[in-house]
């Protein structure tokens, strides 16, 4: 029964990410009618009608191109503010460390890290946000039998698990993109957890992806959103209402 349960789970992970690539392809279409920058008109207006409600001052943002895009910004303040994550570690500085930033202002609980490769991105950013921003270079080396970037090492983050991991960094790759995430999903990720993939249109992200879930057995439930870019959730029990965001 476990074989078959596993197939089955095989199956529709392989239908959720070819359905975001078949999102892709699709984009040019999608533009010239208008219908993706009117979702992300649609998110964008939840995300300051909500600010609004709770008196939640936001820094300026400009997702546009390939920073962090309105639906996933609206994916992070749901997790936060209504299903209750609070321990927060996003991989790769921009747009999304920003509203981090702003949530953590107003949530002294909330505990933010966020980990760039960038040097002078990293200082940057740093200058703008109060919460903690390490910054790690990448160098060729093995992980899982396969040589991707990865960070040198992930030394700051010593015994620290969090239950909300964004990926959304380093930079991406044709193949096995993000491929260093997978340390740190292994070592640090909280019994109860949701994780955001970026760019999970991506064949690249995808790898990624699959390698996780494997990882877990395929036992983790999943979902996925679709705007300007994609985003893949993986979540334990804890966070069954990412499934409907």
């Excluded at 921009?94 to 933010?112: D, I």
């Excluded at 790690?136 to 039998?145: D, K």
Aim: aromatic share 8%; with cysteine.
């Amino acid at each position: 029964m476990h074989e078959e349960n596993v197939k089955r789970r095989s199956s529709e992970l392989d239908r959720t990410l070819r359905r975001l690539r078949l999102w892709r392809r699709l984009q040019p279409m999608f533009n010239l009618t208008g219908a993706l920058h009117s979702r992300e008109t649609f998110f964008q207006g939840m995300i300051h009608q909500s600010a609004s409600a709770m008196d939640l001052r936001l820094p300026p943002l400009y997702p546009v191109q390939s920073a962090a895009n309105y639906g996933l910004l609206y994916i992070l303040m749901r997790a936060i503010t209504e299903m209750g994550c609070s321990r927060v570690l996003e991989l790769g500085a921009g747009q999304t460390t920003r509203f981090l930033g702003a949530l953590q202002l107003q949530r002294p609980e909330l505990q933010v890290t966020t980990l760039e490769s960038d040097k002078e991105w990293h200082e940057r950013v740093s200058k703008i946000v109060s919460h903690t921003v390490v910054h790690r270079r990448l160098i060729r080396r093995r992980i899982e039998g396969i040589e991707v970037d990865a960070y040198v090492d992930i030394e700051p983050l010593k015994d620290q698990k969090f239950d909300l991991i964004l990926i959304d960094g380093p930079h991406g790759s044709r193949r096995n993109s993000r491929w260093t995430s997978l340390e740190i999903l292994s070592d640090h990720l909280a019994d109860e957890f949701l994780v955001i993939f970026d760019d999970a249109e991506r064949i690249g992200e995808q790898d990624t992806i699959r390698r996780f879930m494997q990882s877990r057995g395929l036992d983790v439930e999943f979902s996925s959103a679709k705007g300007m870019k994609c985003q893949f959730l993986a979540f334990s029990p804890a966070f069954q209402a990412a499934k409907f965001l």
